[in-house]
Structure formats: C-alpha cells, structure tokens
C-alpha cells in the first residue's frame, strides 16, 4: 500500500497540483523573500541575484516534490534541505536563526491559501487547518524550534513575524532590480500587480508603491478561460521562455 507524506484526498494537493496557482505563490514568496530581514543569507551565496526566479522556482519545487512524493522520498526531500543549509551555514561560521525558517514556512501556508482563495474559492477553516498541519510537519522534520501548535496559533505568530521581520533594505531594492532584469519590463509589471492583490498589508505599505490594482478585471478574464481550458496560451505568453517547462512540471492537476 503506498504511504504519500501527504494524502492524496488533502486540499494541499489541489491547491499545489495547479501550476498557475504555484505561479500566485512564487508571487507572493518574491515579495517577502525581498522584504525579509534574514535576506543576506540568501546573498551570502549569490545564487539569489545571480538567478532569482531560479532560486524562487527551487524553493516552490522542493514543495511540490515534498507535496506528491511518498513519504520516505518526501522525509528525504526535507532533509536535503535541511542539509543544504547547514552547508551555508558552515561556510558562513553562523547560524540560521529559526525565525528565518519560520518565516519562509509561514509564507508557504499563507500563500498556499491566500492563492488558491484568489484564483478558485473561500477555504473551510478545516481546510486551512490542513495546509498548516502539513507545513508543520515540514518544520517538525527540519527540526526547528517554536513551531505554532495549531492554525489559531499560526495566525497569531505569523502576523507578530509580518510586523517585526520585514524590512525594506538595499537587498531589497537590489533584488526587484534583478526581477526587473530577468523577467522583463512587462512581466515585471505584472508581478507587481498580483503581488498587490495577493499580499498582506504588511507587506505591500513596505514594498509596493502602486495602489491601483487594474489586474482585478484580467484576472477575472483568465479565471473564465480557465473553466473553457483556454488559458494555456496566455500563461505561456506570460512566463519567460527558460521557465514555461519548469512551470509546466509543476502542474500535478489533470
């Protein structure tokens, strides 16, 4: 009988087996990788300026692996990534501080949910409940301390670490330039523009200085070539040419 780390009935798959979803969560990920006070660290190697949608896409790929994988393969997938990091760590001769992984843990299930509201329907509290309970087991298995014991808890520490771990620094200003530079002029103004409708207050009075949200009617255009399977194109139209296979390998939904 096959074991997944994660059932195949759970709404962490339905949310996370649309590619475009995933899209709306590299998204939101993009703005509080950049606003987040831990950010050096992911400079110290230089993989984030050098490649930052790559770095990004890894990040929202370990979490579909760990999602659709078995369990073991999956616990394995967790432990690489703990091992990863402690390799940075050792080269730096410090440590990660385990807010910073709370913080990317956090964004995960956040925008896990905030996403698949956007683009499909309201979750039930037992759902969201379900998406954090899987996100914790990820922080159980990386063995970080001061993981929150339930959804509620969650809630609470996630908007305490929105008000005290986000900064805007010269990272940040660094780090949109090379989204810029590697998305392109249009692209870039679109991420923008979901990431204002996507992320929280916190984050957009630090980050976006557009307030308009003209995306709100395309987004409802595309939610309508979603139900007829015609969107496929303008997602491709959207997407850098090096990353609509990469986006494509993420989408587990048919």
């Known amino acids: 009988m096959e074991d997944y780390f ?15 979803t995933v ?8 703005a509080e990788f950049a606003l987040n006070k831990a950010v050096d660290w992911l400079y110290f190697t230089g993989k ?16 579909s692996r760990i999602i659709f994988s078995e369990t073991d393969p999956a616990l394995k997938a967790i432990d690489q990534i703990t091992g990863i990091h402690k390799g940075v760590e050792n080269k730096r001769g410090a440590q990660i501080p385990d807010w910073a992984y709370l913080d990317v843990l956090f964004l995960l299930i956040d925008y896990s949910i905030r996403s698949f ?5 309201r979750l039930t509290e037992v759902e969201k409940e ?7 087991r990820v922080g159980s298995r990386m063995h970080l301390t001061g993981l929150p014991q339930n959804y509620m808890q969650y809630c609470t520490m996630r908007q305490d670490y929105l008000r005290k771990n986000l900064i805007n620094s010269e990272f940040t200003t660094d780090l949109y330039k090379q989204y810029k530079t590697h998305l392109g002029a249009l692209r870039y103004v679109i991420l923008k523009q979901v990431q204002l409708i996507l992320v929280p207050a916190e984050v957009k009075e630090k980050l976006l200085s557009q307030k308009i949200a003209w995306i709100k009617p ?6 309508l070539l979603r139900i007829v399977k015609l969107e496929g194109g303008l997602k491709n139209a959207l997407l850098p040419p090096a990353y609509r296979e990469r986006v494509q390998g993420l989408n587990y939904a048919n």
């Open 23 to 30: 899209l709306f969560i590299f998204a939101g990920a993009a």
């Open 218 to 223: 395309l987004l409802l255009s595309y939610k």
């Open 117 to 121: 509201e956007l683009l499909e329907r």
């Open 130 to 136: 379900e998406v954090f309970n899987v996100f914790n």
């Open 48 to 63: 984030l300026p050098e490649d930052p949608l790559g770095r990004l896409f890894s990040t929202v790929a370990y979490a």
């Open 6 to 20: 994660v059932r195949k009935d759970s709404i962490v798959r339905t949310i996370w087996g649309k590619a475009d």
